[in-house]
């Protein structure tokens, strides 16, 4: 038998162990008959005290005292002349019959008192186990389901009591599991619970088939329920006597929920890591296979452009065209190889001491062509500080921003990069006046994610998560700046570190 069915197991009804002692008392009287003429009365008194004795130990309290009275009264009408009367002719018998009393009802009390504690300590110790089995088995649960399996056998063993978990969903609205209870849940007592993390009961008994006991389960990490206790056929009052257990139980409950959620969430977290490597492999693999014809097939489209004599107005436009789409599928072919040697930490930063406002000048000069129609202003603090960073990786940052901005903005509008030192941080911001990244994007320089997936722009969602790649592999940071005007921002970061002291060329000789 496990230790939750033996703190189970219920005593003998009272109606009983009050039978018992009248039996005990009985049978002591007619064992006693026969040796009347043999055995001093006082011999006969050390039985039923002897009797006594043995109905508290086994019997408890009330039981005993009825054993006390009943034994003296015995022993005066069984055995203390005149027998078979109340009557007693000599008075030394009353001094018998109260020694008689006192010392049964003394040893009911001690014997029951020592019985009570070692019933008690017995009652503890199967608490103790049943919690221990508990908390052993909910240690291997590896799902919710398993879980709510252990803590229903727990609770109907142990308290003979009924338990459905309540859990919260992403609206952080408690939803029983499982989905169909065995029975009715009062949702305020519950949200009460969960909400103060605090046990809520009912005020008065409540019909069989309701929750009225509620026991928030809380985490080292937070909340993570409530557990409803619904009795079997009792009320409130059955269950407060089992308050501590439960609130126990409640606990145990709580840690196995937060190892089952984290265990559950490392597992998603390796199954996206797994992902992620082979998309990165895949991609890598890709690029590398297509790079080669990609090269062949721009010469080929630059050398069919350049074409001399010049071919007819119709062949030259296709093979502009082609020239074009061809720069274009190359330039995609970049990105995704880039972004999968970023992705898996192949990259090695060949940080120098640059200037920034050269390489501000070098990304406007490479995307001449995509600006042509946007004026860009610049607006650098003067006398910027030397940065230490890959001029070739952070051209390419600049060059992806405000091939962006060139993308999404009207044409005719004006494109500006700014940038300042700020405690330590170079900030450097590429605004514009198009209409922005949308609200419900929540993260923009993810892998293939679109502001807007339905634009009829060329791109497939990389240009800003190589950014972001990059800065961070920078020490730096890249963030989306949104407010209530029409136009993108972005704003990254760089540390801006300690710059090497610049000596000044000598003069040549004979200069005054």
């Known amino acids: 038998m496990s230790a939750a069915a033996k703190l189970a197991a219920n005593s003998r009804p009272a109606w009983q162990r009050f039978g018992l002692a009248i039996l005990a008392i009985a049978a002591v009287t007619l064992a006693a008959t026969p040796l009347l003429g043999h055995l001093d009365l006082a011999n006969i008194v050390m039985l039923f005290l ?26 005066d009408f069984f055995f203390v002349p005149p027998r078979f009367s109340m009557t007693v002719n000599d008075g030394q018998y ?148 089992h308050q501590p257990l439960l609130e126990a139980m409640a606990s145990l409950i709580a840690i196995a929920l937060e190892r089952v959620h984290y265990v559950e969430a490392a597992q ?25 014809p990609l090269t062949a097939l721009v010469g080929m489209a630059d050398a069919l452009v350049r074409t001399r004599p010049d071919p007819p107005a119709e062949v030259r436009e296709t093979a502009i065209a082609v020239r074009d789409q061809a720069h274009r599928l190359a330039g995609l072919v970049a990105n995704l190889l880039d972004m999968a040697k970023l992705q898996s930490g192949k990259v090695t930063l060949k940080k120098e001491w ?35 960073f890959d001029a070739v ?45 949308p609200a419900d994007c929540p993260d923009p320089f993810a892998p293939f994610v679109r502001g807007r997936s339905e634009s009829s722009q060329p791109g497939v969602g990389l240009g800003l998560s190589i950014c972001r790649a990059i800065v961070e592999a920078h020490g730096g940071t890249i963030e989306i700046e949104r407010s209530g005007e029409t136009g993108g921002r972005v704003v990254f970061t760089l540390p801006a570190g300690t710059p090497p002291p610049i000596e000044d060329e000598p003069l040549p000789e004979g200069t005054p």
């Open 50 to 75: 002897l009797a006594v004795l043995g109905v508290a130990v086994h019997l408890g309290r009330g039981p005993a005292l009825l054993a006390a009275f009943l034994a003296v009264g015995a022993f």
């Open 94 to 241: 009353l001094i018998t019959f109260a020694v008689m009393l006192a010392a049964a009802l003394l040893t009911a009390e001690l014997a029951a008192g020592l019985s009570r504690q070692a019933e008690e300590a017995v009652r503890r110790e199967a608490v103790a186990q049943a919690l221990y089995e508990m908390a052993r088995d909910l240690a291997g649960a590896p799902t919710l389901d398993e879980v709510t399996t252990i803590t229903r056998r727990f609770a109907a063993a142990a308290i003979g009591a009924r338990v459905v978990l309540l859990l919260p969903d992403q609206d952080r609205t408690l939803q029983p599991h499982p989905a169909a209870p065995e029975f009715a849940i009062e949702s305020h007592l519950a949200c009460m619970a969960y909400a103060s993390t605090r046990p809520a009961e009912c005020d008065s008994l409540a019909p069989d088939g309701y929750a009225t006991a509620y026991f928030p389960l809380r985490a080292p990490s937070g909340m993570r329920g409530v557990a409803a206790v619904a009795p079997v056929g009792a009320g409130t009052s059955d269950l407060r006597a």
């Open 268 to 292: 998603a977290s390796q199954i996206d890591a797994a992902g992620e490597r082979f998309r990165s492999s895949v991609l890598s693999a890709l690029s590398h296979d297509l790079r080669t």
């Open 354 to 388: 640059q200037s920034l406002e050269e390489i501000v000048g070098a990304a406007i000069n490479l995307l001449g062509p995509a600006l042509a129609g946007h004026p860009v202003t610049t607006a650098l603090t003067p006398a910027l500080p030397l940065v230490e």
């Open 393 to 437: 990786l952070i051209e390419r940052v600049l060059g992806n921003l405000l091939e962006n901005a060139a993308k999404y903005s009207p044409p005719g509008t004006p494109i500006e990069i700014s940038a300042t030192l700020d405690a330590g941080l170079f900030r450097v911001c590429v605004s514009d006046r198009g209409p922005g990244f």
